[in-house]
Every structure is written in structure tokens, then in C-alpha cells.
């Protein structure tokens, strides 16, 4: 409900008729104008460089819990290669993984963009007449990630380069041989069994991102930039959209997440303007009404959305500001108000609720400021505002809901630990469990 801000406004005495801030030709063209400032076409493409406005970050923790769910029995890392002559006569070692590896995202010298993978493995040495003698020891991988963006399909790939992947530090024992004293012989089979691996194993894909599923499709969110922070031990998706931003939105990346977390989605809160511009300009959101608050393209009623900010107080809400437009038929004007939008998590199924507070009127022009005396323009419009507040919610909701992430022959289901809002920053940490396709 639309209520007064007591003291907002006074009025001056006179005759209306003579004010032109009552015209409704002069209405009508500030509101023209207005919505046309508002309906900013998006950019061609999604930019690839910063700053990002959106991102997903996965602690070592998170990507670990993702990489079990992709590895099962075929754990990347077996082989065979020629161990050397013995008495018994040449003998091959066998290698095969005992555990399945974690990740550590720690870092790689020459390589940002890798991180370690660390398993056990046991090896079987034998001659082509006998099995010689067993052993054991571990090896980290140095493995390198990537991004593949398909932008026409809006999906982003993250690969974890196996082909590439080089050896670091590794331990073998096995037959008396020991790789920390027979370093000659050590450095002879990591090199072969590094060719082995490039050549049984090419790539792993981790995990597919896709786009924002809001309005009619046009907006575009894609994964730009890769970043493994070692010191923060996290994962982060660096993510670009073809909205049109104002200067100086996007996300400080910078710092570790709370103990205990798995992922979260970071989103600068100052691309909710432009998004819920782009839903106005699509007609998701009504910009035109009818006398009884039903969207009208031929209507005399007419919504402009001002800004959309964080609560500056701290509280997880957004306080957004609005005007209510009469531009035909009498005396013309607007009325300009704020609107609290708090957010929640659903407890039925984890979604962010956005549920819409009451519209308090704090200025306008021409009818709309005699509404604060008179309440005329408020009164008369209670259901342009109710779907306004309705529709709003809905496809600010839909926004802050993104979690399109895929993983082959699996699904993923997120739970929702919880919210953080800033001025800078709306934060979702999210845990998930990953079920198996039938």
C-alpha cells in the first residue's frame, strides 16, 4: 500500500489551471523521456574484461566435493612404462590409483590457472615371465583449467586440461628402488609417466554455466575470467553481462570465504536497475496502465523506476525509489515514492524470496505533488501500484535465483545457507548435493 511521508511536500496556493507542471502535454513528455532514458539498448555482445558484476566462487572445499561427484571408478591416472633391465630381464611398471585425488588449490609456478591434483597410486613391476614385486607411492598433478565460452548458446565449460598436465612433486617405492635416492631413474619414469598420461587422457570437464533465465531471454550472463586464489583457497568465476551498467559496478574478488563455506554468488547490487529497466522496457514488468491498474499500453497511468539500492542501514533489503505518472485526461503529474524489497530464503525450497514493503510517497510534481496533501493520485491508483510492487519483486526474484550450473549425467540441488548484503555486494552462500541421472 502506497501511504504518506508526513511533512514531505506543501503545496503553494493558486489556481492549477494556470501551473504547467499540471499540463498534461508537459507530463507526458518528462515521461516520455524518462521511461526512454531508462530502456538503454544492451551490448551486443557480453565484455570480456572487468570489472565483473557477477561471480561464483567454490572454496577448495567446494571444488573438491564437485570433483568426487565427477570421479568415480575412472579416476584419471594409470599406465604402464618400461622400468628398466633386471636380472629377471626387462620389466615394465604398472601404475594404477588407489584413492580418488582432492584438490589443492595452491600455487603452480608458470601456471595460474592450474591447480594440484594429489592421489595415491600402487605400481606392479614385472618381466614378461613373472609379476617382479608391488609397490606404492603419490604423485600431484599439475593440471591446468580452462574456459571454453560457447556466447551464442550462453554456456560457459570449466576444463580440467588432463592432456596437459605436468608432474610436480611424487614418491615411488617399489623392488628396493626409492625415487628420493635414485633420483636418475626417478626423473627417467616421471617423464615417462607424464607422456602417458597426456597420451590416455585429454579432457575432464568439471563443470558447464549457464546463462540468467529472466525476462524474454535477451540478457546474456557469461563466465569471462578464471581465477584460482591460492591465498584465498577458492575457485572464482569471474561473470559479464551485456547489460547496460553504470560506471563502477562490479565486484571487489578479493578475500577468502567464511570458514566452513562450499560456494557462493556474489552480484554487485547496482546491476538491478538495469536489469529491471530491461524488464520495463520488455513489458515483464507494465510501464502503462489503465484507470484500474491493469498493464494498457493506451493507458493514462505510467511507471519510471529512479534507483535501487542497498540498505544503507544494513539490513538484508533494497530500497527502491519509483514515480506514479498521470499524464491524460485532467490535471497531470507524478508522485514519487520508496519501497523497501526485503530479501529471504524460502524454507520450502531454498529460493531468495524478495517480498515488496509499503510505498511511502515522498515527492512529485503537478497532480502528483497535490497527492500528498489530497492523496488523489494515490488513492485512485492502489492496483497499479499492487501489480507495480507484484511484478517487480517477481523479476528481481528471478535475477538474484541464478544458479545454472550443469554438470554431464548429473544434477546438482542447492540449498541455501544464507544471505549478505552490502552496498557493494549481495552474497548467497550455497551448498549442493549431486544426484546421479537415471
Known amino acids: 500500500m502506497l501511504t504518506l511521508a508526513a ?9 492549477r489551471g494556470k501551473d504547467i507542471s499540471f499540463d498534461c502535454e508537459n507530463q507526458r513528455g518528462k515521461f516520455d523521456d524518462r521511461a526512454s532514458d531508462e530502456e538503454l539498448p544492451l551490448a551486443a555482445e557480453v565484455p570480456e574484461a572487468g570489472p565483473y558484476p557477477v561471480a561464483m566462487q567454490l572454496t577448495g572445499a567446494g571444488v573438491n566435493k564437485l570433483l568426487a561427484s565427477i570421479i568415480d571408478e575412472d579416476v584419471p591416472f594409470s599406465g604402464t612404462v618400461p622400468f628398466g633391465v633386471l636380472p629377471q630381464g626387462p620389466a615394465d611398471a604398472a601404475f594404477e590409483p588407489t584413492s580418488l585425488p582432492t584438490i589443492a588449490l595452491t600455487k603452480v609456478p608458470g601456471c595460474p590457472n592450474c591447480v594440484v591434483f594429489h592421489l595415491d597410486f600402487g605400481v606392479q613391476l614385472s618381466s614378461p615371465d613373472m609379476d617382479l614385486s608391488s609397490g606404492a607411492g603419490f604423485v600431484d598433478l599439475y593440471v591446468p583449467l580452462r574456459l571454453d565460452v560457447d556466447a551464442a548458446a550462453g554456456k560457459s565449460r570449466l576444463i580440467a586440461d588432463y592432456g596437459a598436465a605436468t ?80 560506471k563502477g559496478v562490479g565486484l571487489d574478488l ?35 496502465y489503465d484507470e484500474n491498474g491493469n498493464p494498457d499500453p493506451h493507458g493514462i497511468y505510467g511507471v519510471t523506476l529512479e534507483q535501487i539500492d542497498a540498505n544503507a542501514a544494513g539490513n538484508e533489503s533494497l530500497d527502491s525509489t519509483f ?32 517480498t515488496p514493503g509499503a510505498a511511502v510517497l515522498v515527492a512529485g510534481e503537478g497532480s502528483g505533488a497535490a497527492a500528498l496533501e489530497e492523496k488523489q493520485l494515490v488513492d485512485d491508483n492502489q492496483d497499479l501500484i499492487e501489480t507495480f510492487r507484484a511484478d517487480l519483486a517477481a523479476q528481481l526474484a528471478d535475477a538474484l535465483n541464478f544458479s545454472a550450473l550443469d554438470i554431464e549425467d548429473s544434477s546438482l540441488v542447492f540449498t541455501n545457507e544464507g544471505i549478505e548484503l552490502t552496498p557493494d555486494e549481495m552474497r548467497t552462500y550455497l551448498n549442493f548435493t549431486v544426484y546421479a541421472d537415471e
Open 7 to 15: 511533512g514531505t511536500l506543501l503545496l503553494g496556493s493558486g489556481c
Open 167 to 246: 608432474i610436480g612433486d611424487w614418491y615411488l617405492q617399489v623392488f628396493g628402488f626409492d625415487s628420493e635416492t635414485h633420483t636418475m631413474l626417478a626423473g627417467a619414469l616421471k617423464l615417462l609417466l607424464a607422456e602417458e598420461i597426456a597420451a590416455n587422457y585429454d579432457e575432464l570437464l568439471l563443470l558447464e554455466v549457464g546463462s540468467w533465465q529472466v525476462g524474454d531471454g535477451a540478457v546474456n550472463l557469461l563466465v569471462r575470467k578464471l581465477v584460482v586464489d591460492a591465498e584465498a583457497d577458492k575457485l572464482v568465476l569471474a561473470m559479464h553481462t551485456n547489460l547496460p551498467l553504470g
Open 254 to 288: 578479493a578475500g577468502a570465504l567464511p570458514e566452513g563455506s562450499t560456494m557462493a554468488v556474489s552480484m554487485d547490487p547496482g546491476l538491478l536497475l538495469p536489469m529491471a529497466h530491461q524488464m520495463l522496457a520488455e513489458g515483464n514488468i507494465a510501464r502503462i
Open 323 to 354: 514515480r506514479v505518472w498521470r499524464v491524460g485526461e485532467g490535471y497531470c503529474g507524478y508522485a514519487e515514492a520508496v519501497m523497501p524489497l526485503t530479501l529471504g530464503v524460502d524454507p520450502n525450497d531454498g529460493s531468495i524470496d524478495v
